[in-house]
């Protein structure tokens, strides 16, 4: 059965603390992989796709990994403003168009 | 201006009551999507739609129907709500030449 699994389910750092969000998937093919964050009363912002193992993207204080079971969203020096839910979603290349999304983590970063 | 947006924002309804849910989108993309989000699980795919004529369930469908009025517009509906469709909205699109969905701002649906 395809699954995608998101650890911490919540994440609690200082300002500055750098750490890292998991996202571990069991897919039959993986066509791609997508982070979104997401706040509070909104819907999720398109963060990051990856497409291959090995691959890695940036973005500001944001990077992302994917290996073939996981990826790693690390945050680096983080601010207040990036509190937010940080969701996974990974795209299936069989059966048809299939999109599965993690719970997502919650972060929450203090001054 | 929004390039995703959802009306209404919030609605409280009855069970048994029709409801829709619209969804517009000036971004010109093909393909157009209705999710699910429930606390503390992931968003779920109620239907999506590749183009005008074209209509597929997702993996939560039952109790819910679709239309595509025009390539800008998809609609949900709930032919007689129930208390377990409490949930919130999500219409998403996404070009066919790439698979990055962009979401609109949800409806809160609350089923009493």
């Known amino acids: 059965e395809d699954q995608v699994t998101q650890s911490p389910e919540a994440l609690r750092l200082q300002e500055g603390e750098s750490s890292s969000l998991n996202c571990s998937y069991t897919v039959s093919g993986l066509r791609g992989l997508f982070w979104y964050r997401q706040d509070p009363g909104k819907g999720p912002e398109f963060l990051f796709t990856l497409y291959s193992a090995g691959e890695e993207k940036e973005k500001e204080r944001l990077k992302a990994t994917l290996t073939k079971k996981e990826s790693f969203l690390h945050i680096t020096a983080p601010k207040p403003e990036d509190s937010a839910t940080y969701l996974c979603?990974?795209?299936?290349?069989?059966?048809?168009?299939?999109?599965?999304f993690g719970a997502g983590t919650r972060l929450f970063v203090k001054a | 201006d929004a390039d995703v947006t959802q009306t209404p924002r919030n609605r409280i309804t009855k069970t048994g009551k029709r409801i829709m849910l619209e969804c517009s989108q000036t971004?010109?993309?093909?393909?157009m999507y209705w999710y699910r989000q429930d606390p503390g699980l992931g968003l779920q795919l109620i239907y999506y739609s590749f183009d005008v004529k074209d209509i597929n369930k997702g993996e939560i469908s039952d109790g819910y129907s679709v239309s595509r009025q025009a390539q800008a517009k998809f609609s949900l509906s709930l032919e007689s709500a129930i208390p377990n469709q409490t949930a919130l909205y999500f219409c998403?699109?996404?070009?066919?030449?790439?698979?990055?969905?962009?979401f609109g701002p949800g409806t809160r649906l609350t089923v009493l």
């Open positions: 971004k010109g993309h093909d393909r």
């Open positions: 979603a990974v795209q299936v290349s069989a059966g048809g168009f299939k999109t599965i």
């Open positions: 998403a699109t996404s070009d066919s030449m790439a698979d990055t969905q962009y």
